[in-house]
């Protein structure tokens, strides 16, 4: 980044969010695993940070196996208590279950999908927002979670969905003054 170069505010307010924010937040991700992973991600900062979550990723990628849905659904009683002890991940017992319940979903919507991926876009018809309809993308996260939480999906709220929406490139959030938003545009 030059001198002449802005980020959002808010990638600015801690180390780990300036390669977050520069190289992930907003990019447009077709991905099936990473979008399994971020929705899951998301779901763990329900009432925490993001911070939090983001200092906690790798843990979560290796007690998760990488967030391989198959092997996830497939996650017994041991399992979860194992998950239960890690300190590496948010110890919460309801947002664990949600993730094994989310790979269940998650697989039978890329059975009548084709991919989680088809899915997610096709609630923007496959086009971001951009930054100006954020209104418009308030107003989709409502109607994503419903559907969502239809399919299966858990800790997929309205602000959470948002969340997920930013994360993807389903919106295009960064600030009009932060170099990325025109890089993404």
Not at 88 to 108: D, F, P, Q
Not at 152 to 171: D, E, K, N, S
Request: hydrophobic share 40%; aromatic share 12%.
């Amino acid at each position: 980044m030059t001198h002449t170069e802005h980020r959002c505010a808010w990638s600015e307010t801690n180390e780990l969010f300036i390669p977050y924010h520069d190289e992930e937040w907003g990019v447009i991700t077709h991905d099936d695993r990473l979008l399994f992973e971020m929705i899951n991600l998301e779901g763990a900062q329900a009432g925490l940070s993001w911070l939090t979550v983001l200092r906690k990723r790798e843990s979560y990628r290796d007690a998760f196996d990488n967030f391989n849905a198959q092997k996830i659904a497939l996650y017994d009683e041991a399992k979860r208590a194992e998950l239960m002890t890690n300190a590496g991940i948010v110890r919460n017992r309801l947002k664990i279950n949600a993730a094994i319940e989310n790979a269940k979903a998650y697989l039978a919507i890329q059975k009548e999908y084709g991919s989680f991926d088809a899915y997610v876009w096709q609630f923007v018809n496959n086009k971001p927002f951009t930054h100006k309809q954020q209104k418009e993308a308030l107003a989709l996260s409502e109607v994503m979670s419903k559907e969502m939480k239809k399919k299966g999906l858990r800790f997929v709220g309205p602000t959470i969905c948002y969340a997920f929406m930013q994360a993807i490139g389903m919106i295009n959030d960064h600030e009009d003054y932060c170099f990325r938003a025109k890089q993404l545009a």
